[in-house]
Antibody, heavy 119, light 113 residues
Framework: QVQLQESGPGLLKPSETLSLTCTVS?????????WGWIRQPPGRGLEWIGG???????YYNPSLKSRVTISVDTSKNQFSLKLSSVTAADTAVYYC????????????WGQGTLVTVSS | DVVMTQSPDSLAVSLGERATINCKSS????????????LAWFQQKPGQPPKLLIY???TRESGVPDRFSGSGSGTDFTLTISSLQAEDVAVYYC?????????FGQGTKLEIK
């Protein structure tokens, strides 16, 4: 069964760019499904960030669209998240995930990685 | 933007009893092209990622026990746990996947009474 693992810096300063990578195992991104990112501030609820298809087509939450870039590298079986101009409000656990068939609804999730924004 | 509102915020139920969580959306999630409701339910236990339980409002994800069921249409939805087990203690979220914001409800914390 597919496995996903997030990686990237855990501490950023305000105004920096958050960069995370999701490494996928036991399934080829090129084979299909959507791949995406969701975040959860400590002790709070979930926010859908965006997703990408194997052909590079991207889908972003309108509230974050101006700052978000999601990309895919099928040769490495990875996809990535960049979030620019971070503030303390971007402090959260960031999850990468794979979708159910045909919808940007995620049913396989990584364990998540905490990113803290602090000066 | 679609706003998802869950009720109650927290719930305590005795083992073996029924637990019911409600979710209301600010606009209809029923798509006329396929007559499907674009509503999902997740379970999240402490320190774990969310787990998809139900989608299309009432379709159980593979491996989810049949004590979990979803119902509703349009703007009003319900997650029911027919006989609460100790392992069901968690926070439950509804999510709409009808619009591009894919918004979640604020969560309902389910505990044992």
């Amino acid at each position: 069964q597919v496995q996903l693992q997030e990686s990237g810096p855990g501490l950023l300063k305000p105004s920096e760019t958050l960069s995370l990578t999701c490494t996928v195992s036991d399934y080829s991104i090129s084979s299909g499904y959507y791949w995406g990112w969701i975040r959860q501030p400590p002790g709070r609820g979930l926010e859908w960030i965006g997703g990408i298809y194997r052909d590079g087509t991207t889908y972003y939450n309108p509230s974050l669209k101006s700052r978000v870039t999601i990309s895919v590298d099928t040769s490495k079986n990875q996809f990535s998240l960049k979030l620019s101009s971070v503030t303390a409000a971007d402090t959260a656990v960031y999850y990468c995930a794979r979708s159910i068939a045909g919808q940007l609804l995620f049913n396989f999730w990584g364990q998540g990685t905490l990113v803290t924004v602090s000066s | 933007d679609v706003v998802m509102t869950q009720s109650p915020d927290s719930l305590a139920v005795s083992l073996g009893e029924r637990a019911t969580i409600n979710c209301k959306s600010s606009q209809s999630l029923l798509h006329s092209s396929n007559n499907r409701n674009y509503l999902a339910w997740f379970q999240q236990k402490p320190g774990q990622p969310p787990k998809l339980l139900i989608y299309w409002a009432s379709t159980r994800e593979s491996g989810v026990p049949d004590r979990f069921s979803g119902s509703g249409s349009g703007t009003d939805f319900t997650l029911t746990i027919s006989s609460l087990q100790a392992e069901d203690v968690a926070v439950y979220y509804c999510q709409q996947f009808y619009t591009s914001s894919y918004t979640f409800g604020q969560g309902t914390k389910l505990e044992i009474k």
